[in-house]
């Protein structure tokens, strides 16, 4: 479920906070209990530096976009788990998505 949500509200990404609260909300609505859940999207850049990195991308032909890296730590009474996801990569998470 939670990495269905990471993908079903990627768009909001660039809002962290609101991005955060709408991937928890869903969680909680359709898990029904508490979960602690930690999200933590791509590094700090200035528009300028993300510009260098979207340019760095496309001319050195890079697979990793570090603007669309979300970091995943939640917990629940029994699992722990930590999960880096590539928001690029959505055929690798097709199973959790839509299996």
Do not use: W
């Amino acid at each position: 479920m939670v990495i269905f949500a990471i993908f079903l509200f990627k768009n909001y990404r660039k809002d962290e906070n609101a991005y955060h609260q709408m991937i928890l909300n869903f969680v909680r609505r359709k898990i029904g209990y508490n979960i602690d859940l930690k999200i933590e999207v791509g590094p700090k850049l200035s528009l300028e530096d993300q510009r260098e990195s979207v340019i760095d991308n496309i001319l050195n032909d890079v697979d990793i976009d570090l603007l669309n890296l979300v970091v995943v730590k939640f917990k629940t009474g029994d699992k722990e788990a930590n999960i880096q996801i590539n928001l690029n990569n959505e055929e690798k998470y097709e199973e959790y998505l839509y299996g």
